[in-house]
T-cell receptor, first 113, second 112 residues
């Protein structure tokens, strides 16, 4: 079993839909949780960065962390075709760049006009 | 530019050749990471520098892989005697201390 599990999809939704992306993990030492967006042939781009449990909102994006269940989510409201990309969850046990990140496989999202 | 710059963007090597991949981090960023991303997978950690010191190289898959950052800025990842299983995208990331990583667009290596 990998430390971080993420359904690779693909996930296809109509424009305007609410998208829910999820990861589960097994290592209780993880404290920092991130979501990255990766367009084709580009590097990962940081979307959300949270510490420990709770919710964080930024525009159309909401990140949730439930450490008791070892489960993290990213919600995208009013999805747009420009949101079509691969979404990677990542986590570490140490703050920021001080620990190496463990990534999920990524979920490929397609938002249809 | 303001971002992490990697070169070349694409590299084709014949099996057995040596390759060198370059990373120019964001100016002033202390931390530098190398990751390997196979097709359809998430990035996997290779090695980490803080300034010129290589603090963690536990992710390097074999002794054919070598990374350096001699002056604490530009870094080079070298792969000797390339094998087909080395084909992947090699991502470089940098950050200030205790901040999330900023990734470059990677070097896509194809070993034929």
């Amino acid at each position: 079993q990998k430390e971080v599990e993420q359904d690779p999809g693909p996930l296809s939704v109509p424009e305007g839909a609410i998208v829910s992306l999820n990861c589960t993990y097994s290592n209780s030492a993880f404290q920092y949780f991130m979501w990255y967006r990766q367009y084709s042939r580009k590097g990962p781009e940081l979307l959300m960065y949270t510490y420990s449990s709770g919710n964080k909102e930024d525009g159309r994006f909401t990140a949730q962390v439930d450490k008791s269940s070892k489960y993290i989510s990213l919600f995208i409201r009013d999805s747009q075709p420009s949101d079509s990309a691969t979404y990677l969850c990542a986590m570490s046990g140490l703050g920021g760049s001080q620990g190496n990140l463990i990534f999920g496989k990524g979920t490929k999202l397609s938002v249809k006009p | 530019g303001a971002g992490v710059s990697q070169s070349p963007r694409y590299k084709v090597a014949k099996r057995g050749q040596d390759v060198a991949l370059r990373c120019d981090p964001i100016s002033g960023h202390v931390s530098l990471f190398w990751y390997q991303q196979a097709l359809g997978q998430g990035p996997e950690f290779l090695t980490y520098f803080q300034n010129e010191a290589q603090l963690d190289k536990s992710g390097l898959p074999s002794d054919r892989f070598f990374a350096e950052r001699p002056e604490g800025s530009v870094s080079t990842l070298k792969i000797q005697r390339t094998q087909q299983e080395d084909s992947a995208v090699y991502l470089c990331a940098s950050s200030p201390p205790t901040s999330p990583l900023h990734f470059g667009n990677g070097t896509r290596l194809t070993v034929t």
